[in-house]
């Protein structure tokens, strides 16, 4: 069985910074995609950002492209979402997953992840 588990988020004030962490066990951890996404009150859960395998590709959704900053250590078997100048907008639970798919594809579509963590709570105030 996969356990994906989230941690880092917290309050935080608008223009600061944040990181989250994310471990996987059960499953091969360096051997697929990751993601971030993140679901805030009344709202669907909407993409954050992607990361391939090795790191070597990403994508992220406009509204944090140039904020947030997503990377993976395999030998730590950890994935990081960086991020900075927060904004109110950005408070939500935030959702680590994994992908079951082709390693050198990086995900945006949540239907293509098959693994996910509880969230973790980010909260931006003004």
């Known amino acids: 069985q996969v356990h994906v588990v989230e941690s880092g988020g917290g309050v935080v004030r608008a223009g600061g910074s944040l990181r989250l962490s994310c471990t996987v066990s059960?499953?091969?951890?360096?051997?697929?995609?990751m993601g971030w996404f993140r679901q805030a009150p009344g709202k669907e859960r909407e993409f954050v950002a992607a990361?391939?395998?090795?790191?070597?590709?990403?994508s992220y959704a406009d509204s944090v492209k140039g904020r947030f900053t997503i990377s993976r250590d395999n030998a730590k078997v950890t994935l990081y979402l960086q991020m900075n100048s927060l904004k109110t907008e950005d408070s939500a639970v935030y959702f680590c997953a994994q992908a079951k798919g082709l390693r050198e594809a990086v995900y945006t579509s949540r239907y293509e992840y098959d693994a996910w963590g509880q969230g973790t709570q980010v909260t931006v105030s003004s």
């Open positions: 990361i391939n395998w090795n790191g070597g590709s990403t």
């Open positions: 059960g499953r091969s951890f360096s051997s697929y995609p």
